[in-house]
Structures are given as structure tokens and as C-alpha cells.
């Protein structure tokens, strides 16, 4: 029998970002716990400020945090960025690479996604699967707010018989949430995605753990990770590390790293997730 509620219409569902601004001039730039190993990456949302953004060519009134890339030695198949986006700003080109895949979730604001000539509207805690080669565009509507959202990108990895997968949106507020077999609806997914359609070589879905909720093994494994916190606090294994970890704060893992964590505090611990799946790993490096 579940423990929990995993009906979303119950759950809170406040969306971190990276605070931007600057930290007061006499900060120590150590306290934010920022580290960079063979293993991991930690960047906390304190080390996310305005001096770190880029600007992005064919977008308009926007800057970005580019959290990750594919790095030689390190983590090899997707960029991560969280992206900010002035009333008003937006892209009629945001994807330079017409064999890149695009997975975008809205934090706060409100969103128009144009694929091949069809408007949609995201919201906050709103999500789009956009397949290589389509043709899209983006906008933020608003008069006054900024509009805040997360944007995985990655090469589509042919497989045979198989086609790219279709464009889809999706909401956070509307899925149910799997529980983790055992766990008694403690730790739970919500999974944009069907896992079983081996045409997505990723998966980005969104991990729940309750207040004292643990995965309770060192997970071991071939995929990469890109971590994103959206709520709440905990402690996690990273390699041989047990790492503090909030809203905002970004981790980013090799294959192989073992990890595990632990929620702390009194809210739900949540955390956007990616992830390649589906594909045999190449027998020559590139």
C-alpha cells in the first residue's frame, strides 16, 4: 500500500532557477560549496550569477546558464541550459544543429512553442519534446515576466527501424508520478516519456522523493546524468561524496559514478533529470 499522495493536484510545485544578480562583495567564493572532480560536478544555484550567462546567437532578450556540454573524459552526450527569456524575447532559429533533439520545461513564465507552423502554450512545470530536424520556434508572450526554462539538448542516435520520435508537450501538473517498486510511493517518477518506446534515445523525467526518503543503493551505471534540484533539499552520494544539495543546485555525473541520496527537510525533494538510454555505446571513441 502507498504512504503518499502521488496526485500532482496535491503536491507543491515551486520550480527553482538560478538566482542570477551578484553576491555581496565581501562573499568567501569557497562557502558555496562549488567542485569539479573526474567523477562529478557540483555547481550550486549560488554560483549561478549574472557574470556566468551567455548570450546565444539567433535569440533575442535572452541569456543563459550553460550547466553542461560535451566534455573529452567526461560527460559526452548532451548540453544542458537553463535560459531566460525577457517579455518580448525569443528565437525564430534556437537550434543551430539540425540533428539535435530538444527537451524543454518550463520553471516560471509562460511560453509559445511554434513546431512546424502550430502554436502551443507551456506554463510552469509545462514540457516539449522537439525531434531533430523540426522546425520550431520560441517565444516569451508575456507583457512584464520573464520567462525561466530548462533546455537538454542532444544528437538523436539513429537506431535500425527506427524514426525519430514525434513532437509532444506534456505537464508535470497532470502526470502521475510512478512509485519506485518498494517504496511505498516514498520515491517516484514522473515520466514524460513512455520508457518503453526505444525511439527516445533520452529520457528527462522528474524524481520525487519524500521528506526522509532514500534510494537505498549506490546506483552504478552507464548512463550520464544531468541533475537539476527544482525543490526541496538532500544529501547525495556522489562517487565517495556526500554532498549538501538544494534548489537550484546543478549535478552533473559521468557514467559509471555511483549515487544515491537521501531527502532531507520538510517538503518534497525534487530534481529534473536527464538521461541516454535506449542504445548500444559506440565501440570507438570519437
Not at 97 to 108: K, T, Y
Not at 210 to 236: D, N
Not at 243 to 270: H, K, S, Y
Request: aromatic share 10%; charged share 20%; proline share 12%.
Amino acid at each position: 500500500m502507498n504512504t503518499h499522495s502521488l496526485s500532482p493536484k496535491h503536491m507543491a510545485r515551486p520550480y527553482a532557477f538560478p538566482p542570477g544578480g551578484m553576491p555581496s562583495a565581501d562573499a568567501d567564493p569557497a562557502a558555496d560549496g562549488a567542485v569539479f572532480t573526474t567523477a562529478y560536478a557540483h555547481v550550486p544555484a549560488a554560483a549561478m550569477r549574472d557574470i556566468v550567462t551567455s548570450r546565444l546567437p539567433g535569440w533575442r532578450d535572452t541569456r543563459a546558464w550553460i550547466l553542461a556540454r560535451p566534455l573529452s573524459g567526461f560527460a559526452e552526450s548532451f548540453a544542458q541550459y537553463a535560459v531566460e527569456v525577457a517579455p518580448g524575447g525569443g528565437s525564430d532559429t534556437p537550434e543551430p544543429d539540425p540533428g539535435a533533439e530538444a527537451a524543454l520545461f518550463v520553471a516560471d513564465g509562460e511560453m509559445t512553442l511554434t513546431v512546424e507552423n502550430a502554436p502551443h502554450r507551456l506554463t510552469a512545470g509545462g514540457f516539449a519534446y522537439v525531434p531533430p530536424g523540426a522546425r520550431w520556434q520560441l517565444r516569451n508572450p508575456a507583457r512584464r515576466a520573464p520567462l525561466r526554462f530548462h533546455w537538454i539538448r542532444k544528437r538523436w542516435q539513429p537506431a535500425p527501424g527506427l524514426a525519430h520520435p514525434p513532437f509532444f508537450t506534456a505537464s508535470d501538473r497532470e502526470i502521475v508520478p510512478d512509485p519506485m517498486p518498494g517504496s511505498g510511493g516514498s520515491w517516484a517518477t514522473t515520466r514524460f516519456a513512455d520508457p518503453a518506446d526505444m525511439r527516445h534515445d533520452m529520457h528527462v523525467t522528474i524524481v520525487t522523493l519524500q521528506p526522509g526518503a532514500r534510494i537505498p543503493f549506490a546506483e552504478t551505471h552507464v548512463m550520464e546524468h544531468g541533475l537539476y534540484v527544482l525543490q526541496g533539499t538532500g544529501r547525495y552520494l556522489l562517487n565517495r561524496d556526500w554532498r549538501p544539495v538544494g534548489p537550484g543546485d546543478f549535478i552533473w555525473l559521468r557514467a559509471f559514478c555511483p549515487q544515491a541520496c537521501i531527502a532531507t527537510g520538510n517538503e518534497p525533494f525534487r530534481y529534473l533529470l536527464y538521461k541516454d538510454v535506449n542504445r548500444h555505446p559506440d565501440l570507438v571513441l570519437p
